[in-house]
């Protein structure tokens, strides 16, 4: 659009046209593995073996999922993954939503310790981290527990949590709450009718962040879940397709296990990411 | 000048008449000179899961890294003290160096090459038709979406050495050189299958941000210095880049802290066959030293080291965004 005004106008034609073959091209490169993956799960083995790979759905079946889901492993790794998740994002909103009121509406002394902390700690990677964390769980009986699993999750991602969840808050004037109190409302009338509605979009953002974080994670999990029966559904789909090498992998159902995990979070993250590139890069934009 | 400030949201003293610290307006003289308890108890149940999840273990790894873990402690004797010989026994391992090292270079090749693609094809999506750029957009969402364990282990099916698909492609271009071609059992093939995967995995977050901050670039500047006679090109180096800048340097920055972990991805394709020493990177090469050999004390030394090369990296980002918190 911008570029060559004054180009002869073939010319301009010309490059319009390399430059949109060229995004259809990136566009089909970035698509394509989450496109395989699918594919490959709705093929039958057969098919897949074959010397010719099918690029389109010509023999659909659905007969990975059943023989993945007969296994039982995915029922109990998913339960294990709903109990840590659901844990993890009450307490992490819980907890991220009262920080994230206090930094956004007092300022007192250790407040910008707390902040500069918060910041500092969410950039610690795992690996920097998870000995001590098993020898710590290991300790205290809490290996292959959902409880230890759920202290680790929520100290990993509350920091970002409270960072996200400061910004909504400052975003709702104090003053709404005053008027609301004017008008004869109690302080937790007013918070509750006036600021908590118009905080709803931040706390589910977050919530969402929260739920990604937990359901995806492995590397924590790999040191906290060591026994199989008490996996979560990332450490379940490195041991299905493990199981499967020793007998050749059957790629159709190692796709449709990773599609029974992936599809429930393409879903949630469409939902949520605008809001988390602006928070990532917010300092940056506005700088 | 941060967001808040221009939106004029004041900085809140609810409940309490103690103004903000520092603050011009503190001449009021307050009515109770007490301090708001009600932040500190707001504080209380974060602060406490940073302690129990994060601190504790921080501390504790500073203990282990002081401490010897042999076989005497695995049959249950109490780990000795020994000052910082883990330091030097592991830091004069030329092992642990090969290992930096390869940390530091793959870290750095795939931020790069990440930021310069991600640059591209947010360039890109400036420059192209809307119902292209939405495609873009969407595929981009989608490929950023997939978990990653699902992620890698797509990637180890495209590259399986007998039915992958690009085993086949390769092959129908005539190399036939990659019939059967085993990617993920040698280190540099290994490495290659790695980048990609982080790469595809990155690229998303990286262009959409980029792209976002280009199209904060007013086009009345864009529209000025085409009346003047810029070209194209000159538009991109002097207006364009100039202005997204920030942006830039903190997703590049991003970039190379988050690649510097990478333990997850090189762990999932070792499952299928790799040299482990050889394709060990600073995460990897923790998690062998703690859980394979025992070696905690080892271990807790190497992961401080770590720790402390990530603050240091982050520390201007941290900072920036330490400015926006006004």
């Known amino acids: ?287 | 000048m941060s967001n808040d400030a221009a939106l004029g949201v004041p900085a809140r003293t609810d409940g309490d008449p103690t103004p903000p610290a520092g603050g011009p307006a503190s001449a009021p003289a307050p009515r109770r000179r007490r301090r708001p308890v009600a932040p500190y108890l707001l504080l209380v149940p974060a602060v406490l899961a940073l302690l129990a999840g994060l601190a504790y273990p921080v501390g504790r790894q500073l203990v282990m890294s002081v401490q010897r873990y042999g076989l005497e402690q695995q049959f249950g004797q109490p780990p000795a003290f020994v000052g910082l010989d883990n330091f030097t026994r592991i830091f004069t391992d030329e092992r642990l160096w090969a290992v930096v090292l390869r940390s530091v270079v793959f870290c750095l090749v795939n931020a790069l090459l990440t930021v310069v693609i991600g640059l591209a094809l947010a360039l890109l999506m400036r420059a192209v038709h809307t119902a292209v750029r939405l495609t873009l957009q969407v595929c981009l969402l989608l490929a950023w979406a997939m978990p990653m364990v699902a992620g890698v282990t797509v990637f180890k099916w495209l590259f399986d050495y007998r039915t992958g698909v690009v085993n086949w492609l390769l092959v129908q271009v005539g190399l036939d050189g990659f019939r059967d071609f085993s990617w993920l059992s040698q280190p540099f093939t290994f490495f290659l299958v790695a980048t990609l995967v982080i790469v595809w995995m990155s690229v998303p977050f990286v262009a959409l941000s980029l792209y976002a901050g280009l199209t904060a670039v007013p086009e009345e500047v864009l529209e000025a210095a085409r009346i003047d006679g810029a070209t194209a090109r000159q538009q991109l180096w002097h207006i364009l880049l100039p202005m997204v800048r920030p942006v830039l340097s903190i997703v590049l920055l991003l970039q190379v802290i988050w690649d510097l972990r990478g333990f997850a991805q090189i762990r999932l394709l070792q499952d299928a066959g790799a040299p482990v020493s050889e394709t060990n990177l600073l995460g990897n090469f923790i998690y062998e030293l703690g859980m394979s050999r025992q070696d905690f004390g080892g271990a807790a030394a190497v992961s401080i080291f770590v720790l402390a090369l990530t603050v240091l990296l982050s520390w201007p980002y941290v900072r920036t965004l330490l400015k926006e918190d006004a």
């Open chain 1, 1 to 287: 659009m911008s570029a060559v005004a004054r180009a002869p106008r073939a010319r301009r034609r010309a490059r319009g046209l390399l430059l949109g073959t060229l995004g259809v091209v990136a566009a089909l490169v970035w698509v394509f593995p989450v496109y395989w993956m699918v594919l490959s799960a709705f093929t039958p083995a057969a098919y897949l073996r074959a010397s010719t790979p099918e690029f389109l759905p010509l023999h659909a079946t659905t007969v990975n999922f059943s023989r993945v889901l007969e296994g039982g492993g995915f029922t109990s790794a998913l339960r294990m993954s709903l109990a840590v998740t659901g844990i993890t994002v009450v307490a992490v909103l819980a907890f991220a939503f009262l920080a994230a009121l206090a930094i956004s509406r007092w300022r007192f002394r250790g407040r910008r310790s707390f902040v500069l902390a918060v910041l500092l700690v969410q950039m610690l990677p795992a690996e920097g981290l998870f000995i001590a964390q098993y020898k710590m769980l290991s300790g205290v009986h809490l290996l292959d527990s959902v409880v230890g699993i759920s202290v680790l999750y929520v100290a990993a991602v509350v920091p970002f949590t409270v960072w996200m969840l400061r910004g909504f808050v400052a975003g709702v004037p104090a003053e709404l709450e005053e008027a609301a109190m004017v008008d004869g409302l109690s302080r937790t009338q007013a918070f509750l009718r006036i600021t908590f509605p118009l905080l709803a979009p931040g706390l589910v953002a977050s919530g969402v962040y929260a739920f990604l974080q937990a359901w995806n994670e492995f590397t924590v999990a790999l040191v906290a879940l060591p026994s199989q029966s008490s996996q979560t559904l990332p450490l379940w789909l490195r041991e299905f397709l493990s199981a499967s090498a020793n007998r050749g992998v059957d790629w159709g159902q190692v796709m449709a296990a990773s599609s029974l995990i992936a599809v429930p979070v393409i879903v949630f993250f469409l939902f949520v990411q605008g809001r988390m590139t602006s928070g990532l890069v917010s300092g940056a934009v506005k700088g």
